[in-house]
């Protein structure tokens, strides 16, 4: 029973490198989510995707896209990676936008960039 | 002033003690409540959601106070593996329903 997968787990890039984040669900979610997670603050929305061909602002947008690949997987790429990208970075999904029955998550991506 | 905000500890419990914690939040409007939990470098897992009529769930026990904007969570007995940080959840009570977490209390019990 995998949930949310998110790949990869570790990750280093240099300033201005490009990459995306995978991740894939297999609970027949309809929403899915990117966060990231910094110390001493709450998660924080970057974009999120409703339903299956829409994707949404959050908190905190600029410096990255996603796509709605389908319903199971949702991407997230970093453009040109800054410093300030430095972040745990989670995926996840839920049934509803609301998310009473919870939010799963995936594992965490911890990238750095130097 | 944050959203929602948590005292975020560590609070250092003795094991078999009784602990609770708040969390506040800003916007009146809000709808729905959530305590996660949150193990060191894991991802968040849901703990118990938070009803107006407050609810309890073994040890655990949520309570809601919409005049004073807060919720709290209290464990009774607490156990060694209840050492974790606790997320307080806040459904924003605006057009697009998007949750706003708070930065987390961090729990240790101690043998």
């Known amino acids: 029973n995998a949930g949310v997968t998110q790949t990869p787990k570790f990750q280093v890039l240099k300033t201005g490198q490009s990459m995306t984040l995978q991740c894939a669900q297999d609970m027949n979610h309809n929403s899915m989510y990117w966060y990231r997670q910094d110390p001493g603050m709450g998660l924080r929305l970057i974009y999120y995707s409703a339903s299956e061909g829409t994707t949404d602002k959050g908190e905190v947008p600029n410096g990255y896209n996603v796509s709605r690949l389908n319903k199971r997987e949702f991407s997230l790429r970093l453009e040109s990676a800054a410093p300030s990208q430095t972040s745990v970075y989670f995926c996840?999904?839920?049934?509803?936008?609301?998310?009473?029955?919870?939010?799963?998550f995936g594992s965490g991506t911890r990238l750095t960039v130097v | 002033r944050k959203e929602v905000e948590q005292d975020p500890g560590p609070f250092n419990v003795p094991e078999g003690a009784t602990v609770a914690f708040n969390c506040t939040y800003s916007?009146?409007?809000?709808?729905?409540f959530f305590w996660y939990r949150q193990d060191c470098r894991k991802e968040p897992k849901l703990l118990m959601s938070v009803y107006s009529s407050g609810n309890e769930d073994g040890r655990f026990t949520a309570q809601l106070n919409r005049a004073s904007q807060y919720i709290s969570l209290l464990i009774r007995d607490s156990k060694l593996s209840d050492s974790a940080t606790y997320l307080c959840?806040?459904?924003?009570?605006?057009?697009?329903?998007?949750?706003?977490w708070g930065a987390g209390t961090k729990l240790i019990i101690k043998p």
């Open positions: 996840a999904s839920s049934e509803g936008v609301v998310g009473i029955y919870g939010y799963t």
């Open positions: 916007n009146s409007a809000s709808q729905s």
């Open positions: 959840v806040v459904v924003n009570g605006d057009s697009n329903y998007q949750l706003i």
